[in-house]
């Protein structure tokens, strides 16, 4: 199924990279369901034919597009008119002279179309004898918002380009407020430009169209009653994308947001009332947060062409974030010389796709044996929410623990792991190829049951600092790599304790097959060499390519620097359920912050330049109209 809803549409939409299909098949049984109402389409198609045999000359068509628009779109949906239905008819037409006239250039000139009767006239609603001189169309027209019609005259427009450019998304998908098709600008060969001022309105729209998915899985089962009720899901998120901002606390960002804004917003003791406490009704834990930030983030990814393609490539990685207040239990000290620090633990699990690189899942952690439950707990919601097909999972070596490999098997999962520089993974790399890279199969680990015991290696004459291993993460005793010292008579006496346990560590109990000989007598150097671990049949596989493959890994890197330095404010409580909170809130950012980008071009027509910063996805975040998002299918863009 993965994240796309079967009951909207009967097969996967087509799906073509620059938005158009280069091998259109008039016969393709996939229709999608158009984005204005069809009735309405067939009432205004009784007065004037459109998308059929009829003929008209360029501009006369290009009006009707642009006003057939207006009517089945902007018009039912706009802020502007309350009831566009409940109009008298003479205002309705006016206002759809008012859009007209904007496109034909003057009173004068609208007159002389409209006293011509014919398709444009009907089209606009006007029949002989319906006062077509331009004093009185100037008259009706001058009560109306000059800005709106000059607004709803351009993205009519645009609309209309999309039923006039042959090739492309058509008219049936065109949003209300599209852009010039990407298409129209292959066709014209005219530069793509636009403002920051465009760009961010259109930011700001879709968001909130993005919020209006998300938001019904991040209620958090708030009482209805309660004096904090009055601010939407949405309120509550423009105040936590306002503390990424201002990388702020929440008290002095709520009073400086609402100083800011002509909104009401919530306090931050509304915010903190948002978010439920540990052992109150409800029975809130982390587990729970985390749940409801996947469930979000599979119902954003509902959106059409927002999923990545299947299969879903994966990373799992850990990561900290310093904390200098009290001591507690979900904090860990560093295992350097100077043991001041203490951090608190997130594990963080991500697609790896190019241009779609999500976060699915992000947790705090308190202890070692969590870092496989939480992988399974993550995998295990992803599967109940959405059900998509996973391909691989990329992991480095603080990852290196048999709970986690259980766990990517259980979950039929393939799985790649940077070895540590350490034991036989040193052997390997000693005697390994110096030109190309090599393979080890069938390493055994005879603490693992039958069916899990067997692993492969893949041995690749390359330095790890090429791969993208980087020591970012503080050594702590959830994130370290253990070290268990092999000697002829087993484990050294130096490693007790918690660490001991017989299930922590892969490389406590591997064993070698006899290394043939080779006419290579290996480089010699260790530092020369990365390993990779992986249950992958190495034996028919390009082993350079899945070397390469594995450095989208960084894409979890990448997406965690962002998650903790651009989408996060500052969060001083060391109440784990708001951290949890604070956690989530920036992976929804991060995700749409992701999805803008991705959807943004079809907007505002294609650039391979095009790029929204982080920071601007979270100014579009706190300017949004949120109520707005709710209207219509977000399904469909």
């Known amino acids: 199924m993965g994240f796309e809803r079967d009951d909207l549409y009967g097969g996967d939409p087509p799906q073509y990279p620059d938005g158009v299909d280069p091998h259109p098949d008039p016969i393709d049984p996939y229709t999608p369901t158009p984005t204005y109402d069809v009735d309405r389409w067939e009432e205004k198609n009784q007065r004037v034919e459109l998308g059929g045999d009829a003929e008209y000359d360029e501009d006369t068509e290009k009006m009707l597009w642009t006003l057939r628009h207006f009517d089945l779109r902007i018009a039912p949906d706009c802020d502007e008119i309350d009831d566009w239905d409940a109009l008298d008819r003479r205002t309705q037409r006016m206002y759809r002279a008012g859009v007209l006239k904007e496109f034909v250039g003057g009173y004068r000139e609208l007159q002389e179309i409209l006293e011509k009767g014919g398709p444009v006239a009907r089209e606009a609603g006007f029949t002989p004898g319906d006062g077509t001189h331009y004093s009185t169309l100037s008259t009706a027209i001058s009560e109306f918002d000059a800005d709106f019609l000059s607004e709803a005259a351009e993205y009519s ?57 998300a938001a019904p899985s991040l209620r958090f089962d708030r009482d209805r009653l309660s004096p904090n009720y009055q601010y939407s899901i949405g309120d509550i998120y423009r105040l936590l994308a306002h503390l990424a901002i201002e990388q702020c606390a929440a008290k002095n960002g709520a009073e400086l947001l609402a100083w800011q804004s002509d909104r009401d917003t919530p306090s931050s003791s509304t915010l903190f009332e948002y978010i439920p406490n540990a052992g109150t009704d409800g029975n809130y834990e982390v587990e729970d947060i985390e749940a409801k930030f996947i469930n979000a983030t599979c119902r954003l990814l509902e959106r059409e062409t927002l999923a990545p393609s299947e299969p ?36 963080v699990l991500s697609t790896v796709s190019p241009g779609r690189n999500y976060i699915l899942g992000a947790t705090p952690l308190k202890e070692r044996s969590e870092k496989g439950e939480a992988l399974d707990r993550m995998l295990q919601q992803l599967r109940e929410n959405a059900d998509p097909e996973f391909g691989r999972i990329y992991m480095d070596s603080q990852l290196f623990e048999a709970d986690i490999v259980t766990t990517c098997r259980e979950h039929g999962l393939n799985w790649m792991i940077q070895a540590p520089d350490k034991g036989m993974y040193t052997e390997l790399a000693e005697n390994a190829s110096s030109e190309e890279p090599t393979k080890q199969e069938d390493i055994t680990f005879t603490d693992f049951d039958a069916s899990h015991r067997t692993f492969n290696a893949i041995i690749w004459p ?94 979890i890197e990448t997406a965690i620097r962002q998650l903790k330095h651009t989408f996060q404010g500052q969060c001083r409580s060391s109440d784990r359920l708001r951290r949890a909170v604070y956690f989530g809130a920036a992976q929804l950012f991060f995700n749409f912050w992701v999805a803008l980008n991705h959807e943004l071009p079809y907007r505002l027509g294609d650039s391979s330049n095009f790029r929204l910063t982080g920071l601007e996805t979270l100014h579009a975040l706190r300017e949004a109209d949120f109520e707005a998002g709710k209207q219509g299918n977000n399904i469909f863009i």
């Open 157 to 213: 427009h645009n609309a209309a380009l999309y039923a006039l450019t042959p090739q492309g998304s058509s008219f049936d998908r065109a949003p209300t407020y599209p852009s010039k098709p990407r298409a129209y600008y292959r066709e014209t060969d005219e530069d793509w430009t636009v403002n920051i001022d465009r760009k961010m309105s259109e930011a700001s729209r879709v968001v909130a169209e993005y919020m209006a998915l």
């Open 312 to 347: 879903i490539h994966l990373a799992y990685d850990l990561t900290t974030v310093g904390w200098y207040g009290k001591e507690n239990r979900w904090v860990t000290g560093s295992i350097n010389d100077d043991n001041t620090t203490e951090f608190w633990h997130y594990a």
């Open 462 to 555: 390359i330095p790890d600092k090429e791969v993208g291993q980087e020591e970012t993460t503080p050594a702590t005793d959830l994130t370290r790599y253990h070290d268990r010292t092999e000697t002829s008579t087993g484990i050294s006496s130096s490693e007790t304790g918690p660490d001991s346990n017989a299930q922590s560590r892969l490389d406590r109990h591997g064993n070698l097959p006899p290394v043939a000989e080779t006419t290579d007598a290996g480089s010699g150097e260790s530092d020369a060499h990365t390993i990779w671990i992986t249950d992958m049949d190495v034996g028919e596989r390009d082993l350079e390519g899945l070397g390469y493959q594995y450095r989208h890994r960084w894409k």
